[in-house]
């Protein structure tokens, strides 16, 4: 296992965050859909506009995976404020786990989601939720491992496709 640290990304932070959202989601869903929905999708979510002002937001965290001085992945965790679906004041929601596909497997995703419960545990919340894509069956048997449980389901927009996601959640 790596010796990863766990750094809390800052305004300072937007190029690396911009680079690493880009590059993962790109690795881990262009393959899937079309080159003009996974356009829409960056453009719309991973400019520097928009990650400054989810950085700046007081509902939103971003945390970085470090590999000493590297960066290998990060995640984006809400509370209700910034919720994409439940808006639950108990609860935190994980919307993206992101890990630099050469460092998967090494255990960095486990990193990631145990920061996240540890976070949701620090701030007292009853769980934490998430949604994974329907097709994505590798991240629901990673969550299953993990004790989470489907409670429901909404839809992804992913530039025009209409995408399902189950909603998973853990009792902290």
């Not at 079309?34 to 937001?57: G, P």
Request: aromatic share 12%; glycine share 6%; proline share 1%.
């Amino acid at each position: 296992m790596q010796n990863l640290q766990l750094l809390k990304a800052g305004i300072n932070h937007i190029a690396i965050l911009r680079e690493l959202s880009i590059t993962t989601f790109l690795d881990t869903y262009a393959q899937y859909n079309t080159k003009e929905d996974m356009q829409s999708y960056i453009a719309a979510n991973f400019s520097e506009e928009k990650l400054r002002s989810d950085v700046e937001s007081d509902n939103s965290d971003f945390y970085f995976a470090m590999d000493g001085e590297m960066p290998i992945g990060y995640i984006k965790v809400n509370y209700a404020g910034a919720q994409t679906d439940v808006n639950d004041a108990e609860s935190l929601e994980l919307e993206r786990i992101y890990v630099l596909k050469q460092h998967q497997g090494k255990r960095a995703g486990q990193f990631l989601l145990d920061a996240a419960v540890a976070i949701a545990k620090s701030d007292a919340l009853k769980y934490l939720w998430l949604g994974v894509w329907d097709k994505n069956t590798n991240a629901q048997a990673f969550y299953t491992k993990n004790n989470f449980v489907p409670f429901g389901v909404h839809t992804f927009l992913l530039g025009d496709d209409e995408q399902n996601d189950i909603l998973l959640k853990l009792e902290i």
